[in-house]
């Protein structure tokens, strides 16, 4: 089994900056494409950003410049680093990644981590 464990979540205000980690664990022989998703509440859960393995990135219109993402392979860890934060990047944010197991090829998902921004 496969257990995605978020970090760095919080309140902030506008124009600040947070820091998400997220560390995969269990018997994983690697993962492809490591992201970040979003929710805020009402609305449907929306991606944020991924990257492969490769290193090859995809952000949202709303999140490009101020949001970056990075990954370690060998340590299968997934970071997003946030700039210039607004109100409306609150949600609670969600890791997943795409590995392969013992079982075959799996989607995973942390648990959440809470995002305020405050004006």
């Known amino acids: 089994q496969v257990q995605l464990v978020e970090s760095g979540g919080g309140l902030v205000q506008a124009g600040g900056s947070l820091r998400l980690s997220c560390a995969a664990s269990g018997r994983i022989f690697r993962c492809n494409t490591m992201g970040w998703y979003r929710q805020a509440p009402g609305n449907q859960r929306e991606l944020v950003a991924t990257?492969?393995?490769?290193?090859?990135?995809n952000y949202a219109d709303s999140v490009k410049g101020r949001f970056t993402i990075s990954r370690d392979n060998a340590k299968e860890t997934v970071n997003l680093q946030m700039n210039s934060l607004k109100p409306e990047d609150t949600a609670v944010y969600y890791c997943?990644?795409?590995?392969?197991?013992?079982?075959?090829?799996?989607?995973?998902w942390g648990q959440g981590t809470q995002v305020s921004v405050s004006s």
């Open positions: 990257i492969t393995s490769g290193g090859n990135t």
């Open positions: 997943s990644a795409n590995c392969w197991t013992v079982r075959g090829w799996g989607d995973y």
